[in-house]
């Protein structure tokens, strides 16, 4: 809803799957993880709990700089990085990583929003010795989630089930089978609630199964692909649009660095597809017109996913876990 919420975990919650034995302690490769999580936020809660139960220590910035993180990323022995996709981006983007030595880091865990394929790919270069895994969860069904070793053959996949059990249901609740799209639900044990608020957790949790708020479906092999959030998908004429596959189509662009895709009112359509868009730093925004944009989406989308709307800013908005501020995004298109 994007009004703040308290979500009350059991201790057993906390604790669920900790490694016991100290030669199997989690983050084993690393003498230190490096991370620059809020700590009010599901992912920088989850780097607390490593600090007690994994083998590595904990380094991590009060506010995120690219040239104090590489130097950081490079320093000895940092065998792993946490980020979320705008740090990966913007790390990426600033060339300070340029002539560091990122041989060290063995993995590098990106959470919190889905990782573009296109950045998942610039991160494997990145790091060539790491392998790249994106983590899909939510506050309320930690510590259940989903884990995705990047593989070129499925890059929007989000992963198989870690930790608890996944299902794609209908709006009922009801299971649906492979390869049809539905509601996303976790399950973990000793699940979580929202504090005091009954309404809201009937509309989420059923029988310790956490409703996602996102709409996927799951391949034959088990494998989870997100189509968007309920509340982001467009409905535009006859069609719905999924806005994470025409981000991932814009993260191909070489001069995007950042992009955001809303729904804004259009008056017969309903809804048009806009997209806000930060260029590259070293891009000029001759090649970021809207035509150029759609011109380079041809052959990636349908007709009815290409933007009707541009928006080029110099960041978007975010919150301190990093995620793209929609709402305050489709009232910019507005002015």
Same mark, same amino acid.
């Given at each position: 809803t994007g009004r703040p919420k308290?979500?009350?975990a059991r201790h057993?919650?906390?604790?669920?799957?900790?490694?016991h034995h100290p030669r199997r302690l989690a983050l084993a490769h690393s003498q230190r993880f490096l991370h620059?999580?809020?700590?009010?936020?599901?992912?920088?809660?989850?780097?607390? &709990?490593?600090a007690l139960t994994a083998k590595a220590a904990a380094l991590t910035l009060p506010r995120f700089t690219p040239a104090r993180f590489a130097r950081l990323v490079a320093a000895p022995g940092t065998g792993t990085v946490f980020v979320v996709p705008s740090i990966a981006i913007e790390l990426l983007d600033s060339g300070a990583l340029r002539d560091r030595d990122t041989s060290g880091v063995q993995l590098i865990g990106s959470t919190a929003a889905p990782l573009p394929p296109a950045v998942a790919a610039r991160l494997a270069t990145a790091f060539p010795q790491a392998t790249i895994v994106n983590y899909y969860t939510s506050t309320e069904a930690a510590p259940a989630q989903t884990t995705?070793?990047?593989?070129?053959?499925r890059p929007d996949a989000v992963g198989r089930p870690v930790g608890g059990q996944l299902m794609v249901a209908d709006a009922d609740g009801r299971p649906l089978p492979a390869g049809t799209t539905g509601d996303v639900w976790l399950r973990a044990p000793h699940p979580r609630a929202y504090y005091r608020d009954d309404a809201a957790n009937r509309a989420t949790f059923r029988d310790g199964w956490?409703?996602?708020g996102d709409v996927g479906r799951i391949d034959a092999d088990g494998y989870l692909y997100?189509?968007?959030?309920?509340?982001?998908?467009?409905?535009?004429?006859?069609?719905? +649009?999924? @806005? +994470?596959e025409v981000e991932a189509a814009l993260h191909e662009h070489p001069l995007v660095a950042e992009v955001a895709v809303v729904g804004v009112p259009h008056p017969v359509l309903g809804s048009a597809v806009a997209a806000a868009? +930060?260029?590259?730093?070293?891009?000029?925004?001759?090649?970021? @017109?809207l035509p150029a944009l759609r011109g380079f989406l041809a052959d990636r989308l349908a007709d009815h996913q290409l933007p009707?709307?541009?928006? &080029?800013?110099?960041?978007?908005p975010r919150n301190e876990g990093g995620k793209v501020l929609k709402r305050q995004l489709t009232a910019l298109f507005d002015n």
């Open positions: 308290g979500v009350a057993a919650n906390l604790t669920a799957g900790a490694p620059a999580f809020a700590i009010g936020t599901n992912a920088g809660q989850t780097m607390l &709990l490593n995705m070793i990047y593989d070129p053959a956490v409703r996602m997100l189509t968007d959030r309920h509340q982001d998908v467009i409905k535009t004429g006859a069609f719905k +649009v999924s @806005t +994470v868009v +930060v260029a590259r730093p070293q891009a000029g925004a001759d090649g970021l @017109t009707a709307r541009l928006l &080029l800013l110099p960041r978007l």
